[in-house]
């Protein structure tokens, strides 16, 4: 019951997923959602099919009868009115994960026999595939084996397996690295407007509220910085990387900036440090007097993030800034002296189409930074974007169609390897439209270790600010973590409880 479409619709409220006989809710949900993207499945962990439920997928797993020594793995697709069905058996004895990716596979099968899609990263469905590449290499297996082996298990494409081998081969020599080797996350998490696909915790300073906060914020960081200063010295932690990120760190004054690059400096050993980044982040909060600042303070790389050169786009997605801006500001952070600037972009923003992909591509090229990471569009519940797709007939919120955004990825893989840019970190995240990657390219020489690191989870972070994260990596890779507030109302307010839990962190790193 081929149906010829690419995936099937979105239908939030009557799709159910049904289990019978295992608790594999958490991949088989993942498995699915490669195949309807978007969607928030009704969840039947009893058993039973809803009875105003139109559409399902029940999945289940029985002891066979005959021949005795056997287990079931069946599957039935019931959508629009037509049902699809697929069985396979496997030893009794299975372990567990042999279940879960049997069943995880018959899965796959019937959903790509239903939709004819064959998803790029195929069932492979983690965050972090590179990782995959990594450990196959780590095995002893040559590149060529370990491509083999992956794409045999997952049914990952040729081109996607050629890129996150072409990013492991680059990461190789950059893991590992000694367990009291840190970095250092400071989070600023104002922006001049919020961007309509933005997920994150960052206030708009477009309000009052949000500008009247920021004073308090930067004292109560520097506080933290200074405090964070006190137990690299302790621990004898040597900081590789320092990455100030939001947010947009320029959207507060050169003054305050100046003042928490100060406390880093205080208390951080620079000269040691291989990578200072301060995200500049958007070209409106970009002035010659605050590149100055992060120039004269340390900071070796900083980013500047057009998102897309096309100013319907930049209007569509409410970033208050031209394409021009962005020209504007990158030419002003060189002549600053900066000789390591990042670009990001986003694939499969709203109002943007291929024609206009590459466009953007093109101008950023023409500017020559040091490395550019395009991001394929993600869409959270917490992004104004998420709702506003319901708004019908506006060109403003029309987000291209998964095959336009794979295409704008594949234009990327080409045209930046054609500049001298590799591919040096992978990543993908949960609600990223069809499923697709996030990839850093630099030139050779200008990758970002921070970026590397934090997505190989093998590097002990240390986060500073609202938002920001406490990640502790032992020396058996067991990972503690330990959350700052995420508001910065709160962060000022309760700062006195936040710092008591710096005794998890001091705990936590007594063990290094
Ligand atoms: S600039 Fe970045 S952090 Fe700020 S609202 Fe836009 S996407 Fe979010």
Same mark, same amino acid.
């Given at each position: ?13 009557d ?17 699915a ?10 969840? +039947?962990?009893?058993?039973?099919i809803?009875?105003? +439920? ?16 056997s287990k ?10 037509q ?17 879960e ?30 990782r ?8 002893g297996?040559? /590149? ?20 996150? $081998? ?24 104002? +922006?001049?407007t ?10 708009s ?9 920021? /004073? ?23 900081v590789?990387?320092?990455?100030i ?11 305050? $900036?100046?003042?928490?690059m ?18 500049? %982040? ?5 002035t010659k ?8 303070? %340390? ?10 050169m ?5 209007q569509?997605?409410?970033?208050c ?5 962005v020209?504007?500001?990158?030419? $002003? ?43 394929a ?28 955004i794979?295409?704008?990825?594949r ?14 970190y ?6 990223t439209? %069809? ?14 270790l ?21 990640k ?10 330990i959350?700052?507030?995420?508001f ?15 005794? %998890?962190?001091?705990?936590?790193l007594?063990?290094?």
């Amino acid at each position: 019951m081929m149906q010829n479409k690419k995936y099937l619709r979105r239908q939030n409220s009557d799709f159910a997923l049904i289990f019978r006989g295992h608790n594999f809710s958490y991949e088989v949900q993942a498995v699915a959602k490669v195949f309807i993207p978007g969607i928030r499945f009704r969840l +039947c962990e009893d058993g039973s099919i809803p009875e105003d +439920c139109k559409d399902y997928i029940l999945t289940e797993i029985r002891n066979s009868e005959n021949p005795e020594n056997s287990k079931i793995l069946n599957l039935t697709i019931f959508y629009h009115n037509q049902e699809l069905r697929h069985s396979r058996e496997v030893p009794e004895n299975s372990e567990r994960d042999v279940l879960e990716y049997e069943l995880c596979v018959l899965l796959y099968s019937g959903l790509q026999e239903l939709t004819g899609y064959q998803p790029p990263w195929g069932m492979l469905t983690g965050i972090r595939p590179v990782r995959k590449v990594l450990q196959e290499l780590e095995k002893g297996l040559t /590149p060529e084996q370990a491509c083999v082996n992956l794409q045999a298990k997952y049914f990952i494409s040729d081109e996607k397996i050629r890129i996150a $081998l072409a990013t492991a081969l680059v990461q190789q020599p950059i893991l590992p690295h000694d367990a009291k080797q840190i970095g250092f996350y400071i989070a600023i998490p104002f +922006c001049p407007t919020r961007c309509s696909y933005c997920s994150f915790v960052s206030h708009s300073i477009s309000t009052e509220n949000a500008r009247k906060l920021i /004073p308090a914020y930067v004292r109560k960081l520097c506080e933290e910085i200074r405090m964070f200063g006190k137990i690299i010295r302790k621990f004898d932690l040597s900081v590789q990387s320092v990455y100030i990120g939001g947010g947009t760190p320029t959207a507060i004054s050169a003054q305050q $900036l100046g003042e928490i690059m100060q406390a880093v400096q205080d208390s951080v050993d620079l000269q040691n440090v291989r990578e200072y980044t301060v995200e500049a %982040g958007r070209a409106d909060t970009i002035t010659k007097e605050k590149l100055q600042v992060i120039y004269d303070m %340390g900071a070796s790389r900083i980013s500047i993030n057009p998102q897309t050169m096309q100013d319907a786009v930049l209007q569509a997605v409410g970033r208050c800034h031209t394409a021009q801006q962005v020209t504007d500001a990158f030419l $002003l952070a060189r002549e600053t002296g900066f000789t390591d600037i990042n670009m990001d972009l986003i694939a499969g923003l709203p109002a943007d189409d291929c024609a206009g992909f590459a466009d953007t591509l093109r101008k950023v090229l023409a500017l020559s930074p040091d490395s550019i990471t395009v991001h394929a569009l993600t869409l959270k519940r917490s992004a104004d974007l998420y709702h506003a797709g319901d708004v019908k007939n506006s060109e403003k919120f029309k987000i291209p169609e998964i095959p336009e955004i794979e295409q704008m990825l594949r234009l990327s893989a080409k045209m930046l390897p054609e500049n001298s840019y590799r591919p040096y970190y992978l990543y993908r995240q949960k609600n990223t439209i %069809g499923n697709l990657e996030n990839i850093g390219y630099a030139k050779p020489c200008k990758e970002n270790l921070y970026n590397i690191l934090i997505m190989d989870e093998t590097q002990t972070i240390l986060g500073a600010g609202c938002g920001a994260s406490n990640k502790i990596i032992q020396r058996d890779g067991d990972i503690t973590r330990i959350m700052n507030y995420k508001f910065p109302y709160e962060y000022i307010h309760d700062f006195e409880k936040l710092m008591q839990k710096k005794a %998890g962190i001091i705990r936590e790193l007594e063990k290094l």
